[in-house]
């Protein structure tokens, strides 16, 4: 029979059998060892039943692994990934001036994806607060104020990663600290950097806080600063930003 059924009808035959119980033992034994290779049978089957289960959701997996990949280099590659910000060269003039110090100011991108539709805008800070008045306890700068503060503005269609752009050069007051405030725009985000030069000792100091709009979290910062400078030039830097200015026309 070769099954559990017939196991178990062995098993009362033999119970209540009173002659051939050699014969009906070898028969049970027969029975079980059918038994036994059928279940050992049916284990291979579902041993290779599993493990082909087991590839199959491997495959699966790997391609789900695959397409998610592909799915997120497709979209850093159209949008984006990263953020833009100014890295700054500079150099002392060797003639000594009111005009003795020039900055060149680069765009970087150090991220693996490029960036798309980058806009950056430079504005002299100290010249766009000099326009700020308080009207109604607001702060408030007439746009063509605002527009004369900005000293660069220019739009690359595409950054490409671990590459930098020279943007301009300008000369920068030996006498004065300088503060710059910076937009950079792309495709997936918004970004606005504070700069900071300070000259001492004919000496080029840079502090910069590069920060996104959207979050107001500070992605990037380089404090370069002379001993004993360091409170006076940080709270310097910290007050760049326009967020609390109002654009307008009186």
């Not at 070898?26 to 599993?50: C, F, G």
């Not at 300070?198 to 590069?210: A, F, G, P, Q, S």
Request: charged content about 30%; hydrophobic content about 35%.
């Amino acid at each position: 029979m070769g099954s559990i059924g017939g196991v178990l009808f062995s098993i009362k035959q033999l119970y209540n059998a009173q002659d051939n119980k050699n014969e009906i033992i070898e028969n049970l034994k027969v029975q079980i060892s059918e038994l036994k290779n059928a279940n050992d049978t049916l284990s291979l089957k579902l041993e290779s039943r599993d493990k082909k289960l087991s590839e199959q959701n491997k495959k699966i997996e790997d391609l789900n692994n695959r397409i998610y990949e592909k799915s997120d280099f497709i979209q850093n590659t159209l949008f984006g990934k990263g953020f833009c910000y100014l890295d700054i060269v500079s150099e002392i003039i060797s003639d000594v001036s009111k005009n003795d110090a020039i900055v060149h100011f680069r765009i970087n991108n150090e991220f693996n994806f490029p960036l798309y539709n980058v806009s950056v805008e430079i504005f002299d800070f100290d010249k766009l607060e000099s326009k700020v008045k308080s009207i109604n306890r607001v702060k408030s700068i007439q746009t063509t104020d605002y527009d004369e503060s900005r000293i660069f503005s220019k739009i690359y269609p595409e950054i490409n990663p671990s590459f930098s752009v020279t943007l301009a050069g300008f000369q920068i007051d030996y006498l004065n600290i300088n503060r710059y405030y910076i937009k950079i725009t792309h495709r997936n985000g918004t970004y606005w950097q504070r700069v900071l030069f300070h000259l001492e000792n004919k000496r080029i100091y840079t502090l910069y806080d590069v920060i996104e709009t959207k979050t107001s979290k500070t992605v990037k910062s380089d404090y370069q600063v002379p001993k004993g400078k360091e409170k006076i030039l940080k709270d310097s830097l910290n007050e760049i930003s326009t967020n609390d200015i109002k654009m307008t026309q009186w």
